[in-house]
């Protein structure tokens, strides 16, 4: 049962410009809702989190947007770089990181 | 660097084999989690442990156990390994109980890529 949808699963974006990736989920008990990147070999690494009473979180070139009664929050990563290429996960928590569902990862490219 | 080291790096076993996979936590670390990574699955939780105590299971299999040492290190234990076994397991560790109320971070290890054959 996949409880965080996440799509698309794979993007191609040329540099300079936006990327978007998109999550749904169906608890309503979830209350922190981070991003992570991962690059090959590599294990994931936090980059963004929001909470469900929020509705935008920028930091740097990465915005969060949260969307609470549509069940459905999204990362955007303005100005894209080559050096973004990875895949990214997004999750939602459930009081602690016993109780998480990652979505199954996209992997963007940014083409020079 | 997360700080968090995993040994091997590579595993490539046999069905029926067992393997142990370690774990050394970022220093100051109490809580170590381990995580599998399949293509159709994706990131699921298996397990944690704070303090050499095991605080909460997920969906780990009863052929799969764990263990955290007094130095904090902790072994994930694999054994009657099948094939759908293979996967990446991740440890990950974070200062206290894993609660994200007090934004406390999770830091993740490389991981180890086991195969089994």
């Known amino acids: 049962q996949q409880q965080v949808k996440q799509s698309p699963q794979s993007l191609i974006v040329q540099k300079g410009g936006i990327s978007i990736i998109n999550c749904a989920y169906e608890n309503t008990a979830f209350d922190y809702f981070p991003w992570y990147q991962q690059f090959p070999g590599k294990g994931p690494a936090l980059l963004i989190a929001i909470r469900p009473d929020v509705s935008e979180k920028k930091e740097g070139r990465f915005t969060i947007s949260f969307n609470k009664s549509a069940k459905q929050f999204s990362l955007h990563i303005m100005d894209s770089q080559p050096g973004d290429s990875a895949t990214y996960f997004c999750?939602?928590?459930?009081?602690?990181?016993?109780?998480?569902?990652f979505g199954i990862g996209t992997k963007l490219q940014v083409i020079p | 660097d997360s700080g968090v080291t995993q040994t091997p790096k590579h595993l490539i076993t046999a069905t029926g084999q067992r393997v142990t996979l370690r774990c050394s936590p970022r220093?100051?670390?109490?809580?170590v989690y381990w995580y599998q990574q399949s293509l159709d699955q994706g990131l699921q939780f298996l397990i944690q442990?704070?303090?050499?105590?095991?605080?909460a299971k997920g969906n780990i299999l009863e052929r799969f156990s764990a263990q955290q040492f007094p130095d904090l290190h902790s072994e994930l234990n694999l054994s009657s390994l099948e094939l759908g076994d293979s996967a990446l397991y991740f440890c990950a560790s974070s200062v206290g109980f894993g609660g994200t109320a007090t934004n406390e971070k999770l830091f993740f290890g490389s991981g180890t890529q086991l195969s089994v054959l």
């Open positions: 442990y704070y303090n050499g105590e095991e605080r």
């Open positions: 220093s100051g670390d109490l809580s």
């Open positions: 999750a939602a928590i459930r009081g602690g990181y016993q109780k998480v569902t």
